[in-house]
Every structure is written in C-alpha cells, then in structure tokens.
C-alpha cells in the first residue's frame, strides 16, 4: 500500500498579496510548484484548462497595453514601469516579466533598511548632496522648459540657460541634466540623444498618457546610471502591492475596459484555485541535476511495519506501510548520523503520523553513525529507512490523506458538482447545496435560516392552489 498525492490549501500571502497569484503570473505555477505541487482542483467550477488559461492570459499582458488603459486615469503605473525597465538589463515587455523580474530582484536584495530613495524620474544615491525634493523640483523646472520650446529637440546648453532662471544653482541642474534620460516625469518621457551631426546632446519630451512607447527605449546602456538605480527591499514590496491593488486586483465597476475586465476574471479564476496536488506516481528523474555548492542529492523514504496488518500467507511476510520518496540534501562530508536527523526532521514535519517515528536501520547497508554517507553510496542513490511508531495506539493510517464521503448534493450555477470547501447553503425543500457567493450572499451576513433555490421557488409557484 502506497501513497500516490499529497494534497494541500494554498492561503500563502505575504503585504496582504495572495502569492498564488503573484507567483503565478511571474512563475505560471504556485509559490508550491517549486516543490513539484500542481493544481488539484478549483472552486466554484474552475477547471484546470480555465486555471491554465486564466495564467497565460495574465502573463503575457502586454505593459503598453496596461499603461495605455491605466496610466491615463493613474500616472504611477507608467512611472513603476519605467522605473523597473531602467532597472532591469533586457526588456521587460510583458506583465509576467515584469513580476518576475521583481520577485528575482527581490531575493538579490538585502533585507537591511539602506533605503535609497526615488523620485519620479531619477533614482539617486544616498551621498547625493542635493535633496531628493531639490532634485524633483529640478527635474520639473526642466520639463517645463522643454515644454515651452519652439521645437522638439533642443540642445542641452538651451535647456540649462531656460531652467537656470528657476534654478540659481547650476551644479543641481547640471547633475540633473546627466541623470535624465528615458526616464518619465509626470506624464512625459524626457528623451536624451547625441545629435550625430553637431555631436550635441539633445533633449526632448513625449507625452506618455496615452501610451507607454516600445519597451526597447526604456533600456539605459549608462553603467552609471544603473549604479544609481537602487532600490530596497521595503520599497520593491511597495511597489509590487501597488501593481498587485491598481492592476491585478483593480475594481472593474471603476474601469470601463475590455482589459480590466479579462484581468479581473482571470485573477478570479486563479484565486479560487487553491487545492494543489503533488503526484508521486511519477519515477524519480534519472538525471540528476547539478548541485550547487558543496551539497549533494539523495532520495529517501520511510517504512514502516504495519502491526495491525495480518501477514499475508501469500508472501509469508508482513505488509508494510512505505511513504514516497522525498529529495535530501547533505553536505558532501555528512555522515549517516546527519542523514538519519535530517530525514526524521523532513518526514516528521511532512507527515502528521510520524510524528513519532523513531529509526531503525537502512535496508541494504549497515554503516556506522560516524561512516561519510557519499563514502558509502553515490549521490542520487534510493535509501529506504526501516523504523516504527513509538507511542502505542497509533493508527498508521493517520499518515494518509483522509475524509467522509460526501453524502449531499451539490449543483451550483457555477458548475461545481462537489464539495469544494467553499461557504454554501442548502435548499430547506430539495437539500441541494449551493455557494453563497454565486447566490449573491455577502461574507458578512450570515446565512437565511429558511433558504428556497428558485427551481424550488419555481415549482411552488406553478403549483395548482389548494382546494
């Protein structure tokens, strides 16, 4: 008798994100897909082609698209995007781009508070001798110049003879002018370029309510630049629940759009898709990934003997309770003591019911506690580890996923046909149960007493009258 799925709820959040949906539209998996845990099933009649679907549609929203339908009723979605674009060394053209360029960034960075602050515009380090206020009103004062000039592209000496009447301090406004480039201020994209003919730089603006340009301008190749655009940890978390409350989870009744309704749905979908599955029928790939470090891979499992089981004449041994296999990492020099913990440290915490497990030997081999374990056997090799279950009266099965069969019916306008741990009602006439969101039942009130469907409604209603 073996296992064959290990199943679980996914409520992971983190800054009140739901990380099923931000890791999926970065990663197309749940944060728990890196542990090779896919989807089970959905609520509220979400199949797994509606939750695959719901994935790619958001990952590969375009961000000019988003900025075109958002940017012109919010400017910080523009501004957010071009910040990370500036940030990143490729184009970031799409939404799942960009959340998994955060997310990536995001290990990268240190959790220390060495806050670095950005303004619209330009990201500037903490030696900076300018404020940070100083520096935006400079930023300003130079788009508005560029503004108020006869033609598109004006030289750079112009634009600090026009600015220099606002601002007196030409060191600020010379720092300013160096540092801006493809960089948005308000709701322009201040353009910088050499002219090819005189050899002088020249500045120009472009209006971005509308729509954000190509992503390919975006890329700064300034090395220097990209020294000064950083960003913390606690700033990149603001950022991400920012794009995550204004796009991912933007109220659609405020947005008429064809776009913010499909984002809208498809977020829906995903979020009510929390049950994963991990599938142990699969064989353990043959081909071992190389190890990073100085670890190495090995896969373990536990057995079991089942004292409650009759042995079997057949086989003229005791049946045996056997877990699946689970992926241990050691350190090359471990011995077999620091495998025996590490295994009783990873199944007791997977496994409810073995909690109590306690060690006996290693099939097939006999080592010494002190033995190196990579001495003995070769990386990627299978190690069954034999034990038994200390505290009397456990029942094996409690290792195992169980439940009551569902003994009610359930037929919701959504589609679902079965139980899927979601608040519903049942019908007080034909006992079918339904969710109370589809019958437009808020979370926060509680639920009727008396509860008629309106198939039953219908029924009493054709009903002839009583003589």
């Keep these: 008798m073996r296992h064959r799925k290990v199943s679980l709820i996914d409520l992971a959040k983190q800054k009140s994100m739901d990380l099923r949906l931000i ?9 728990f897909g890196h542990w090779g845990y896919q989807f ?3 609520s509220f009649g979400v199949t797994h082609q509606m939750y695959q679907k719901a994935l790619d549609a958001l990952q590969n929203i375009p961000l000019c698209i988003l900025a075109q339908n958002i940017g012109t009723s919010n400017m910080e979605i523009p501004i957010l995007l ?18 998994r360029f955060m997310l990536d960034l995001k290990s990268r960075l240190p959790r220390e508070s060495a806050l670095h602050t950005y303004n619209p515009g330009i990201l500037v380090e903490n030696s900076c001798r300018w404020s940070p206020k100083r520096i935006e009103m400079a930023a300003r004062v130079i788009v508005e110049s560029l503004k108020k000039a006869k033609f598109r592209w004006v030289s750079r000496q112009e634009v600090r003879d026009a600015a220099r009447a ?7 406004l010379d720092f300013v002018l160096k540092s801006l480039g493809n960089h948005v201020v308000g709701k322009y994209l201040v353009r910088r370029c050499l002219n090819p003919v005189t050899k002088v730089l020249e500045y120009c603006l472009e209006d971005i309510s509308n729509a954000l340009p190509n992503q390919e301008e975006f890329v700064t190749s300034d090395s220097k630049l990209k020294a000064r655009c950083k960003i913390s940890r606690v700033q990149l978390m603001s950022d991400m629940f920012y794009i995550y409350r204004h796009i991912l989870k933007v109220q659609t009744k405020d947005m008429d759009s064809t776009i913010m309704s499909t984002i809208s749905l498809a977020s829906r979908i995903i979020l009510d898709s929390k049950y994963f599955i991990k599938d142990y029928n699969k ?4 081909k071992l990934e190389p190890e ?7 896969y373990c499992t536990i057995m079991i003997q089942d004292k409650g089981e009759i042995e079997s004449h057949e086989e003229g041994r005791k049946n045996f309770v056997i877990t699946p296999y689970e992926t241990i990492m050691l350190r090359n020099n471990a011995t077999f003591n620091d495998l025996i913990d590490q295994v009783e440290k990873n199944f007791k915490e997977i496994y409810w019911g073995l909690k109590n497990f306690m060690f006996g ?5 006999n080592p010494k506690g002190s033995d190196q374990v990579f001495r003995v056997t070769r990386t990627g090799s299978k190690l069954v580890f034999q034990g038994k279950l200390v505290e009397t009266g456990t029942n094996n099965e409690s290792i195992y996923e169980s439940g009551s069969r569902q003994s009610f019916i359930v037929d919701c306008a959504c589609g679902a046909k079965e139980d899927d741990g979601e608040r519903m009602v049942a019908c007080d006439i034909c006992e079918v149960w339904q969710h109370t969101r589809c019958l437009k039942i808020p979370n926060n009130e509680e639920i009727p007493n008396i509860y008629v469907c309106s198939r039953c409604e219908q029924d009493i209603l054709v009903l002839p009258a009583l003589p």
Excluded: F
């Design 23 to 31: 890791h999926g539209v970065a990663y197309g998996q749940s944060w």
């Design 361 to 365: 030997s290693i099939m097939n081999l």
């Design 82 to 99: 071009s910040k990370y674009q500036a940030l990143s060394s490729r184009s970031l053209v799409t939404l799942g781009n960009l959340l």
């Design 40 to 42: 089970g099933r959905g």
């Design 283 to 286: 064989e353990i790939p043959l």
């Design 292 to 298: 990073a470090g100085e670890k190495s891979k090995l």
């Design 166 to 172: 606002y601002v007196g301090d030409t060191g600020l």
